[in-house]
């Protein structure tokens, strides 16, 4: 067990999973919430086309994956709210344009194929180097800051967002926020899972999480404790099992989840479930 | 936004006779998918007044409230909250706005009392603690509505008339002086009937502004000062609740309203948000008593 902790790459790496494991979580609460389950993943496909941006400018992939996942969510919000085409036909354009974008730039970069893509894809955790664990942990902070600073109204906002705008509260900011935050998580857990699995961690414990808990904080914050678990859990199995860190990781919270829903089953019963129609 | 809680129990007391204008529309058309659905209505609605928005499916009575609160923008004519527009009204606290149904959204639980307690977010800032002040205002509405047993469940493992009750109490929690319900009792059982009609009796004698809309009025019937009966999109008639207190026990409110008001579905007039409840008229028929 103290072996792992006798190299450096695997401190970076515990770390970057810890900060994962809490903020992924912690917003994936309100992104299953509203209904944008997928909104991780389409953020996530279109931040492949910023990473190889990157590449082909010569800049910092994480910074461009940043700037193109924002613009990318703040266009998915748009579309939303416009209410005009449904929110699952405008992921599905940002998948393929996502993809399709970041096979064609990182053809176009010197050097580039996609097999350098690869690594962004799938994740590559034990690659963390310093600069990206203060990135990951600056983003991080920012992520949790806005769960605590704007929780209630969020918890408002997406509960209904009629009686969000009749409370007053500022609509049109708070669905920017969620998803421009969304969007700063997948970028966070881009190393850690890959972009393709990034959406699990924002899901999967949330998913898991409510099959046993009866309110909307315990559930949040029974995710973020389940989302470490998986993060540091899968990290450590794939380090001395010598597996995909993202896979495990990914692999650790579908198992859990699992588990719950038979756990979940056990605490419903006896239960007077009452529904209304 | 820095109300302390008593300042809200101040019905809005100006000299006789001239109460503030809550709710007011001139000439208010609102068009949905291109279909008319309000074609101009003039209404004032003055502070302290208790109101019922009646009509059929498809009369427009869901709208028009929607429109007075800004949730549905007017393709012509003008409404105001308290003398300004919805969309640059700030006083938002002092409405209480209690929706259709309780959305479920992507199935995160939530507890009642969580609920509940979201009624208070327009008199809370940002980085303030829940105060003493919000758990006993949460406190007060769960037990206004009866549900203070509840309020550790789920929302979802609660029947159709106990969520009603529960929104009824998100609304009450933010102890405003305004009230707006869309459809409190469809499909509520009899208890919870009782319950709203209990509350609203408390919200009328505190001097509160109720506007509800409703396709029965059931047990709440003789709360009501003024009935606004509207078919397809025109009010037809404006003045007193028809029937009117102690008249008629049953509480139907086709009495005193022409048949033609349109107590009786049209199927054919559909809105486009359809009401789930009120497809079959079941309530509405004669002799229905609730």
């Not at chain 2, 199935?107 to 327009?122: D, F, I, K, M």
């Not at chain 2, 009450?172 to 869309?182: I, K, Q, R, S």
């Amino acid at each position: 067990m103290i072996e792992m902790f006798e190299y450096d790459f695997m401190w970076r790496a515990l770390i970057a999973a810890l900060l994962v494991g809490l903020a992924a979580p912690a917003v994936g609460t309100f992104i299953v919430q509203r209904r944008l389950a997928l909104l991780g993943d389409g953020i996530g496909h279109v931040a492949l086309t910023g990473v190889a941006l990157g590449f082909l400018t010569g800049t910092a992939p994480v910074l461009t994956a940043v700037l193109v996942a924002v613009l990318g969510a703040v266009a998915i919000e748009l579309v939303r709210a416009r209410g005009r085409t449904t929110g699952d036909v405008a992921l599905a354009l940002l998948f393929y344009g996502g993809i399709a974008g970041g096979v064609l730039l990182i053809g176009l970069a010197p050097g580039g194929s996609n097999s350098t893509l690869t690594s962004y894809l799938f994740g590559s955790i034990s690659s963390v180097t310093s600069q990206d664990v203060w990135v990951i942990a600056v983003l991080a902070a920012f992520v949790l800051g806005v769960v605590v600073i704007f929780g209630r109204e969020l918890f408002v906002l997406c509960q209904d967002e009629e009686v969000a705008k009749v409370n007053g509260l500022p609509v049109r900011f708070l669905s920017l926020l969620i998803a421009v935050t969304a969007a700063l998580t997948v970028v966070i857990a881009m190393r850690v899972v890959g972009l393709l699995l990034v959406s699990a961690l924002m899901v999967v414990p949330v998913a898991t999480s409510q099959q046993v808990t009866r309110g909307f904080v315990t559930t949040m914050l029974l995710a973020m404790v389940l989302g470490v678990v998986a993060t540091v859990g899968g990290l450590t199995s794939a380090f001395y099992a010598s597996v995909a860190p993202g896979a495990a990781i990914v692999l650790l919270a579908l198992l859990g989840f699992v588990l719950a829903l038979g756990v979940g089953k056990f605490v419903r019963r006896g239960r007077t479930q009452e529904c209304s129609r | 936004m820095t109300r302390s809680a008593q300042a809200t129990g101040v019905a809005p007391q100006q000299s006789p006779g001239a109460a503030p204008v809550a709710f007011a529309m001139a000439a208010g058309h609102v068009s949905l998918d291109g279909r008319p659905v309000l074609r101009g209505i003039d209404l004032r609605i003055e502070a302290g007044e208790v109101v019922a928005v009646l009509g059929a499916n498809g009369s427009g009575k869901s709208t028009l409230i929607r429109a007075l609160l800004g949730l549905t923008p007017l393709s012509s004519g003008s409404a105001e909250l308290y003398g300004v527009p919805p969309g640059r009204f700030r006083d938002w606290w002092r409405i209480g706005y209690v929706p259709q149904r309780l959305s479920v959204g992507g199935g995160v639980p939530a507890t009642v009392r969580e609920v509940v307690g979201s009624g208070r977010v327009a008199r809370q800032r940002r980085l303030r603690r829940t105060s003493a002040a919000d758990v006993a205002a949460v406190a007060r509405a769960l037990d206004a509505v009866g549900l203070t047993g509840r309020a550790g469940d789920p929302v979802g493992w609660l029947s159709g008339g106990q969520q009603q009750r529960v929104l009824i109490a998100r609304a009450l929690a933010g102890e405003p002086d305004t009230f707006v319900m869309d459809e409190p009792t469809a499909g509520v059982d009899a208890e919870s009937q009782r319950h709203l009609a209990a509350t609203l009796a408390t919200l009328v004698e505190q001097g509160k502004t109720v506007l509800l809309v409703a396709h029965e009025l059931g047990p709440m019937a003789p709360l009501i000062t003024r009935s606004v009966v509207l078919r397809d999109g025109r009010v037809l008639h404006d003045g007193a609740p028809p029937g009117g207190p102690g008249h008629h026990p049953d509480g139907a409110v086709h009495d005193g309203v022409p048949d033609a008001a349109g107590c009786h579905p049209h199927p054919g007039h559909e809105q486009a948000r359809p009401h789930a409840y009120d497809v079959a008229g079941g309530p509405m028929s004669p002799g229905a008593t609730q």
